[in-house]
């Protein structure tokens, strides 16, 4: 009974923590996660691209909860920031891996 007890907690615990992350912070891990996927980033660009698109799709998460009624304005304004990041993503894992995701993004919009 202890043990199960004990076990409880820990669930809570860990759920718990995992809902402290911010709607953006997760978008961010997911994206980086399809970046590792899709293309070859060693661990120095992994961490360097987690830190750029993390404030990217904070930046976004800002508009879209600003623009909520103006849902054309706030596409622009991620259009923006969008092509504000697109640079330092360049940079950070080159432009042989944007090409590869650039193709994995058609590929799954034609879906």
């Known amino acids: 009974m ?8 820990l669930f809570i615990c860990i759920v718990a923590n995992a809902q402290n992350k911010e709607p953006y912070v997760k978008v961010a891990e997911k994206n980086l996660k399809t970046w590792v996927e899709v293309c070859d980033l060693d661990d120095q660009q992994q961490k360097d691209l987690l830190v750029v698109v993390t404030k ?18 706030a596409k622009a304004l991620g259009k ?11 940079d950070i894992v080159g432009a ?5 995701m650039n193709a994995y993004y058609r590929k799954a919009n034609k879906k």
Do not use: G, R
């Open 2 to 9: 202890k043990n199960l007890l004990m076990l409880a907690l």
């Open 56 to 73: 990217k799709q904070k930046e976004l998460h800002t508009i879209k909860f600003e623009n909520k009624d103006n849902k054309e304005q």
């Open 80 to 90: 923006e920031v969008t092509k504000k990041y697109s640079k330092e993503i360049k």
């Open 96 to 100: 042989e891996n944007i090409q590869k």
